[in-house]
């Protein structure tokens, strides 16, 4: 299963966050769907909530592009670590649009059933993206 | 300590807004065309900035109010 495993979350990535193919959330996405990502303040439930965060990630980023950096799959679990770049000029959780490009770096570790994602936990660099927006100041260098 | 909130890898360049790498920090040219789009961009933000400010100081003279009520009750004689 492991290298056709890995075909589910390139295919998130590709279509659904690059393209903004959200009809296709509905392929890939089990419905009893859970995503835990600590920079947002609740769990990503089934596939509508997953298009709600892709909508609202290519409404902030409408240029968003999400390169694969790497992906190991073992078992039931694919891990991807990616890169994601866009210019943000739409709201991003309340922050109004700045015109800034941002790139930020995560990973994510899927859960696959029956060529569906079931589970996703992912760390990515939030710090890094208030940074660059301008939101957290970078502290001078001594 | 908190050496880590310094530096990012990746910052915007104050200019253009461009993604700029750390190593190409010193040798980041601005694309023209970039640049005058985020200046543009951002001047419509301050121009809508301002406009939401100017707003919302007519909307609490006494005719900015009278036009709130007139709304209101247009709204609700639709509903």
């Known amino acids: 299963m492991t290298d056709d495993a890995k075909r589910i979350p390139r295919q998130m990535i590709e279509e659904v966050y690059n393209k903004g193919r959200v009809d ?3 392929e890939l996405v089990a419905p009893g769907y859970v995503g835990h990502d600590p920079a947002l303040p609740q769990a990503i439930a089934g596939p ?10 290519r409404s902030a980023f409408p240029d968003l592009v999400i390169t694969i950096d790497d992906q190991v799959a073992e078992g039931d679990r694919v891990v991807t670590r990616w890169t994601a770049r866009g210019t943000h000029t739409g709201d991003l959780w309340g922050i109004a649009g700045t015109g800034k490009e941002v790139t930020v770096t995560g990973t994510s570790i899927d859960r696959i059933q029956n060529d569906r994602l079931v589970e996703t936990w992912s760390n990515w660099d939030a710090l890094g993206l208030m940074q660059q927006l301008g939101v957290v100041p970078v502290m001078a260098q001594n | ?3 880590f909130f310094t530096d990012h890898e990746y910052m915007p360049c104050e200019d253009c807004g461009a993604s700029v790498a750390r190593a190409e920090r010193q040798t980041h040219v601005c694309d023209e065309k970039r640049r005058l789009e985020y200046e543009l961009f951002r001047l419509s933000c301050s121009e809508i900035a301002i406009f939401e400010d100017e707003l ?3 909307l609490a003279t006494p005719e900015g109010r009278f036009h709130i009520w007139y709304a209101e009750r247009d709204r609700r004689r639709a509903a």
């Open chain 1, 24 to 26: 296709v959330i509905d």
């Open chain 1, 48 to 57: 509508e909530g997953e298009k709600e965060i892709v909508a609202g990630y």
């Open chain 2, 1 to 3: 300590m908190f050496s």
């Open chain 2, 56 to 58: 919302a100081l007519y």
